[in-house]
C-alpha cells in the first residue's frame, strides 16, 4: 500500500509540473520550473525507496530524495520572494545554491567518512521498506538550512503582508500556509521518527499551491496590465462594458474613429437601434460572439474590431472590444492578393508548358526506341491509353490510399519509357522474328534493369522527384510477378512499387491482343480470361480485379485502333 502511495505521489508531482510548462510555456520563471523539478525528483526518489530490495537500491534511492530535497527549501524560498516581490541580494542567492551543494556533497560522500549518516539499515515492516539511520555529528546541517530557509520566508510573508500593498493577502495566507505545512510535517517526522515518509504528499501539496497562485497572477495582474496599456494607448481603441450592455470605458483612439462614442456618457446602455459600431457592439453582447472578427470603413479608415469577453472577480463578465487601424495593412493586402493571383497564373502557365514539353521529350524518346523494335509498333502509345483508362477507373473507384489524381497523372506521363532498356539490346535479339532462346531470352530480360539506370540518367536533373521515382520504378519493375516468378529482380507481393504493378497489367494486355511477328492476337474474351487465369500469381489480385473491371472500355478503345 505505500508503495503505491509514493508511486501515485511522484505521478501526481510529474503531472503537476507538465500542466506548469503547459500553462505558462514561455513565461515560466526558472525558479518555479527548478521547484517543480526538484519536487518530482524528490518524490520520484521516495517511490524508488518504497520498492528496494536491497541496501544498495535503498541507497542510491536515499540520494535520489536527497538530491531533489536539499534544494526544495531553497528553490521555494525564491518563489516566495517573486511572489512577495522581493527580491534577496545576489550574493545571499549564490549562498544558498552553495550551501546546498555543500550538504548534498557531504551526503553524497558520507560512505568514505560517517558524519552525516553512521549507519543504515534497509528495514522492513509489514509491506513498508524504509532505511532505519543513526545519524552523525554533521545531519543537523540539513534541518538546520531547512528551518532558515524556511524561517526567511515566513519573514518575508510576513513582512509584504502588513507593508506590501501590491502583494494579494491571499497570496501571502497561501504562502505562510504551505511553507508551515512543509516545516511542520518534516518536525513530526524526525519527532516521533515515522516509517512511513510523508513528506511527499507535502510537496504535492506545495506544488499544488503554488500552481493554483501563478494561475491566480496571471489572470489578473496581466489581464490589468494589458487592458491599462491598450486604455493609454492610441495605437489601439478600446471599448469595454458590462454585461447588460453598460458602458464601462473608451479610450481616446476609440472615439477618434467612432465620434459618436464620444457623445455617450459612462453607463450608456446600447439598444437594439443603435446604428454602426454600437449595432454591431450589442450583437457581440447578446451572442456572445468571440470568433468573429468585424471591419468598420470610418473616416477614411479601416477599422479592424475584435471583440473579447472576460470574467472579472466574483464571476462578473466584461466585454472589451479592441480597435486597430487595418487601413494600411488592408491595401497592402489587396496589393500582394492581386500580385500572388498573378504570379500563381503565369506560374501556372509556365509550369504546364514545361510538364507538355517534358512529355512530348518523353514521347519522343520512347518512339526512337520502339522504332528500333519491329515486334511493337504502336505499343507505347496504347499501353499509355490503357494506363490512362485503368488510373481513372482506380479513382473512381475511390483507391485514394495509393492513388491520387497528381499520381495518376504522372503514372501515365511516365508509362512511355517502360521499354526504354531495349535501347540497350542488340539488333539481332530485339528483332528477331521467333522466339527467343534461352541465352537470347537472358538477354532479353536485361532491359528493365537498363531502362531504370538509362532513365534515372535522363531524369536526374528534373525538379520532380516523385515522377522521376516513379519513371524509374515503372522501367525497372513492370516484369515482376506477384508470386516473385518475374525478373530482374524476382520480388513478390506489396515489394514490387505499385506503379510497376499498373504498369505490368497495361504491358500483357497489349502484347496479348496485339499481333506479333511470332504471334498472332488472342480474342478479347481469351485475353480476359488469361488474366484473370493470372491474378494473384502474376499479377496483384486486387489490380487485376478492377482491372478485369475496364473490359468493355478496353475493347472500345482497341477496336477503335483497328478502325483507324
Aim: hydrophobic letters at 45%; proline letters at 3%.
Amino acid at each position: 500500500m505505500y508503495q503505491i502511495f509514493c508511486t501515485v505521489l511522484f505521478a501526481v508531482s510529474f503531472v503537476l509540473l507538465v500542466l506548469l510548462v503547459y500553462f505558462f510555456k514561455n513565461r515560466i520563471s526558472l525558479y518555479y520550473a527548478m521547484l517543480f523539478c526538484t519536487i518530482v525528483v524528490t518524490n520520484f526518489g521516495y517511490a524508488l525507496l518504497s520498492v528496494a530490495q536491497n541496501e544498495e537500491a535503498a541507497d542510491v534511492a536515499n540520494m535520489t530524495v536527497y538530491l531533489g530535497a536539499c534544494f526544495s527549501p531553497f528553490f521555494l524560498l525564491m518563489c516566495v520572494t517573486e511572489l512577495c516581490s522581493v527580491e534577496l541580494p545576489k550574493m545571499v542567492r549564490v549562498a544558498g545554491v552553495l550551501v546546498e551543494a555543500a550538504i548534498l556533497s557531504v551526503i553524497a560522500t558520507n560512505r568514505y567518512h560517517h558524519l552525516y549518516y553512521k549507519s543504515v539499515e534497509l528495514v522492513q515492516r509489514g509491506s513498508v521498506i524504509f532505511l532505519e539511520k543513526e545519524y552523525g555529528v554533521l545531519h543537523l546541517l540539513y534541518p538546520v538550512s531547512l528551518l532558515g530557509m524556511v524561517l526567511t520566508g515566513i519573514l518575508i510573508i510576513s513582512v509584504s503582508f502588513f507593508r506590501k500593498k501590491i502583494v494579494s493577502y491571499i497570496t501571502c495566507t497561501v504562502l505562510l500556509v504551505l511553507t508551515c505545512l512543509l516545516l511542520l510535517i518534516y518536525g513530526l517526522e524526525r519527532y516521533f521518527q515515522f516509517p512511513v515518509e510523508l513528506l511527499p504528499l507535502g510537496y504535492v501539496i506545495a506544488q499544488i499551491g503554488v500552481l493554483l497562485l501563478l494561475i491566480r497572477i496571471s489572470l489578473y495582474d496581466v489581464t490589468a496590465i494589458s487592458a491599462d496599456y491598450m486604455m493609454q494607448s492610441m495605437e489601439y481603441g478600446v471599448v469595454v462594458c458590462d454585461n447588460a450592455g453598460r458602458l464601462a470605458g473608451v479610450n481616446e483612439a476609440a472615439k477618434l474613429w467612432f465620434p459618436e462614442l464620444a457623445e455617450l456618457n459612462i453607463d450608456y446602455v446600447v439598444h437594439r437601434e443603435d446604428t454602426g459600431f454600437l449595432r454591431q457592439l450589442q450583437r457581440w453582447i447578446r451572442e456572445k460572439d468571440e470568433k468573429e472578427n468585424c471591419f468598420f470603413e470610418q473616416n477614411g479608415y479601416v477599422i479592424e474590431a475584435r471583440h473579447r469577453c472576460l470574467t472579472q472577480r466574483f464571476g462578473k463578465k466584461i466585454h472589451c472590444i479592441s480597435l486597430r487601424d487595418d487601413t494600411q495593412e488592408q491595401k497592402y493586402r489587396k496589393l500582394i492578393e492581386n500580385y500572388n493571383e498573378n504570379l500563381a497564373r503565369e506560374v501556372d502557365e509556365k509550369t504546364e508548358q514545361l510538364s507538355q514539353m517534358r512529355q512530348d521529350i518523353t514521347l519522343s524518346m520512347a518512339s526512337i526506341v520502339e522504332n528500333r523494335d519491329n515486334n511493337t509498333g504502336g505499343h507505347i502509345k496504347r499501353t499509355s491509353d490503357v494506363i490512362k483508362v485503368f488510373v481513372n477507373h482506380l479513382l473512381e473507384e475511390g483507391e485514394q490510399a495509393k492513388l491520387t489524381p497528381a499520381i495518376a497523372k504522372k503514372i501515365i506521363n511516365a508509362a512511355p519509357l517502360h521499354d526504354f532498356g531495349k535501347i540497350a539490346i542488340p539488333d539481332r535479339i530485339l528483332n528477331k522474328p521467333g522466339k527467343f532462346d534461352p541465352e537470347e531470352y537472358e538477354l532479353m530480360k536485361m532491359h528493365p534493369e537498363k531502362g531504370a539506370v538509362i532513365v534515372s540518367q535522363i531524369l536526374q536533373n528534373v525538379d520532380d522527384a516523385v515522377f522521376r521515382e516513379i519513371a524509374v520504378n515503372i522501367a525497372h519493375y513492370h516484369h515482376e510477378k506477384w508470386d516473385g516468378t518475374g525478373y530482374p529482380s524476382g520480388i513478390a507481393g506489396e515489394q514490387i512499387p505499385y506503379e510497376a504493378r499498373i504498369m505490368a497489367l497495361a504491358d500483357v494486355f497489349d502484347a496479348l491482343v496485339s499481333r506479333r511477328v511470332y504471334k498472332e492476337r488472342f480474342g478479347y474474351d481469351r485475353v480476359f480470361e488469361m488474366i484473370e487465369e493470372a491474378c494473384g500469381t502474376q499479377f496483384d489480385p486486387v489490380l487485376c480485379r478492377k482491372f478485369l473491371e475496364c473490359r468493355n472500355e478496353l475493347i472500345l478503345m482497341y477496336d477503335s485502333y483497328s478502325e483507324t
